[in-house]
Protein backbone atom coordinates (compact mmCIF):
# COMPACT_ATOMS: atom_id res chain seq x y z
CA UNK A 1 0.00 0.00 0.00
CA UNK A 2 1.36 3.38 -0.72
CA UNK A 3 -1.84 5.95 0.44
CA UNK A 4 -1.77 6.35 3.85
CA UNK A 5 -5.01 4.39 5.22
CA UNK A 6 -6.04 7.16 7.95
CA UNK A 7 -5.93 9.67 4.61
CA UNK A 8 -8.09 6.74 2.73
CA UNK A 9 -10.18 6.24 5.30
CA UNK A 10 -10.71 10.02 5.70
CA UNK A 11 -11.39 10.86 2.28
CA UNK A 12 -14.44 8.12 1.84
CA UNK A 13 -15.47 8.63 4.90
CA UNK A 14 -16.59 12.73 4.13
CA UNK A 15 -17.56 10.78 0.37
CA UNK A 16 -19.93 9.11 2.80
CA UNK A 17 -21.31 11.13 5.27
CA UNK A 18 -22.40 13.76 2.44
CA UNK A 19 -25.04 11.99 1.21
CA UNK A 20 -28.45 12.60 2.92
CA UNK A 21 -29.25 10.80 6.30
CA UNK A 22 -25.78 9.02 5.94
CA UNK A 23 -24.26 7.63 9.13
CA UNK A 24 -21.09 5.77 10.71
CA UNK A 25 -20.45 2.43 12.33
CA UNK A 26 -18.53 -0.19 12.89
CA UNK A 27 -19.27 -3.27 11.22
CA UNK A 28 -17.15 -6.41 12.08
CA UNK A 29 -14.45 -3.84 13.41
CA UNK A 30 -14.53 -2.20 10.26
CA UNK A 31 -16.25 1.24 9.71
CA UNK A 32 -19.18 1.15 7.95
CA UNK A 33 -22.06 3.61 6.58
CA UNK A 34 -25.31 3.46 5.84
CA UNK A 35 -28.92 5.88 5.60
CA UNK A 36 -30.25 5.99 9.03
CA UNK A 37 -32.68 3.38 10.13
CA UNK A 38 -31.46 1.32 6.99
CA UNK A 39 -29.24 -0.49 4.82
CA UNK A 40 -25.50 -0.16 4.62
CA UNK A 41 -24.00 1.70 1.15
CA UNK A 42 -20.59 1.54 1.86
CA UNK A 43 -17.82 -0.30 3.92
CA UNK A 44 -14.18 0.56 4.08
CA UNK A 45 -11.79 -2.33 4.35
CA UNK A 46 -7.84 -2.12 5.45
CA UNK A 47 -5.68 -4.77 5.51
CA UNK A 48 -9.01 -7.02 5.67
CA UNK A 49 -7.92 -10.81 6.97
CA UNK A 50 -4.21 -9.81 6.33
CA UNK A 51 -5.33 -9.28 2.58
CA UNK A 52 -3.37 -6.17 1.89
CA UNK A 53 -5.56 -4.21 0.55
CA UNK A 54 -7.12 -0.85 1.68
CA UNK A 55 -10.72 -1.11 -0.03
CA UNK A 56 -14.35 0.52 -0.27
CA UNK A 57 -16.82 -1.49 -1.15
CA UNK A 58 -20.17 -0.48 -2.57
CA UNK A 59 -23.26 -2.19 -4.09
CA UNK A 60 -24.56 -2.52 -7.61
CA UNK A 61 -27.39 -3.72 -9.40
CA UNK A 62 -25.89 -6.83 -9.29
CA UNK A 63 -23.44 -9.61 -10.72
CA UNK A 64 -23.59 -8.24 -14.00
CA UNK A 65 -22.53 -4.92 -13.56
CA UNK A 66 -19.84 -6.10 -11.07
CA UNK A 67 -18.54 -8.61 -13.67
CA UNK A 68 -18.28 -5.56 -15.89
CA UNK A 69 -16.35 -3.43 -13.67
CA UNK A 70 -14.04 -6.08 -12.86
CA UNK A 71 -13.61 -6.41 -16.94
CA UNK A 72 -13.07 -2.92 -17.04
CA UNK A 73 -10.61 -2.13 -14.50
CA UNK A 74 -9.42 -5.21 -12.82
CA UNK A 75 -6.34 -3.29 -11.25
CA UNK A 76 -9.39 -0.60 -9.59
CA UNK A 77 -12.11 -3.14 -9.21
CA UNK A 78 -12.47 -6.41 -7.58
CA UNK A 79 -15.25 -8.96 -6.11
CA UNK A 80 -14.38 -8.66 -2.68
CA UNK A 81 -14.59 -11.89 0.01
CA UNK A 82 -18.19 -12.52 2.14
CA UNK A 83 -19.81 -9.63 0.11
CA UNK A 84 -18.74 -10.37 -3.39
CA UNK A 85 -21.81 -12.80 -4.27
CA UNK A 86 -24.57 -10.51 -3.13
CA UNK A 87 -23.40 -8.13 -5.90
CA UNK A 88 -21.07 -5.86 -3.64
CA UNK A 89 -17.40 -4.48 -5.60
CA UNK A 90 -14.74 -3.40 -4.10
CA UNK A 91 -12.63 -0.17 -5.15
CA UNK A 92 -9.02 0.24 -4.25
CA UNK A 93 -8.12 3.18 -2.07
CA UNK A 94 -4.44 2.09 -1.74
CA UNK A 95 -2.68 3.08 -4.87
CA UNK A 96 -1.41 7.10 -5.23
CA UNK A 97 -3.40 7.02 -8.47
CA UNK A 98 -6.73 6.60 -6.69
CA UNK A 99 -9.36 7.90 -8.65
CA UNK A 100 -11.29 9.51 -5.98
CA UNK A 101 -14.27 11.14 -8.32
CA UNK A 102 -14.43 7.60 -9.41
CA UNK A 103 -14.74 6.41 -5.93
CA UNK A 104 -17.18 9.51 -5.09
CA UNK A 105 -19.28 8.80 -7.94
CA UNK A 106 -19.87 4.31 -7.09
CA UNK A 107 -20.40 4.95 -3.65
CA UNK A 108 -22.93 7.49 -4.51
CA UNK A 109 -24.80 4.82 -7.06
CA UNK A 110 -24.53 2.88 -3.74
CA UNK A 111 -26.51 4.96 -1.75
CA UNK A 112 -29.08 4.90 -4.78
CA UNK A 113 -29.54 1.45 -4.64
CA UNK A 114 -30.27 1.57 -0.93
CA UNK A 115 -32.30 4.63 -0.32
CA UNK A 116 -35.85 4.59 0.48
CA UNK A 117 -37.97 6.29 -2.67
CA UNK A 118 -38.56 9.41 0.39
CA UNK A 119 -34.83 10.41 0.00
CA UNK A 120 -34.50 9.66 -3.79
CA UNK A 121 -37.71 12.23 -4.58
CA UNK A 122 -35.40 15.06 -2.78
CA UNK A 123 -31.69 14.12 -3.69
CA UNK A 124 -30.12 13.88 -7.52
CA UNK A 125 -26.56 13.19 -8.40
Not at 4 to 17: F, G, N, Q, T
Not at 43 to 49: K, L, R
Not at 66 to 94: H, K, N, T
Amino acid sequence: MSLDPDLALARARSICLALPEADERLSHGSPGFFITKGKFFAYVWNNHHNDGIMACHVKTSGREEQAMLVEMDPDFYFVPPYLGPSGWIGMRLDRDDTDWDRVADRIAISWQLIAPKRLLETYRT
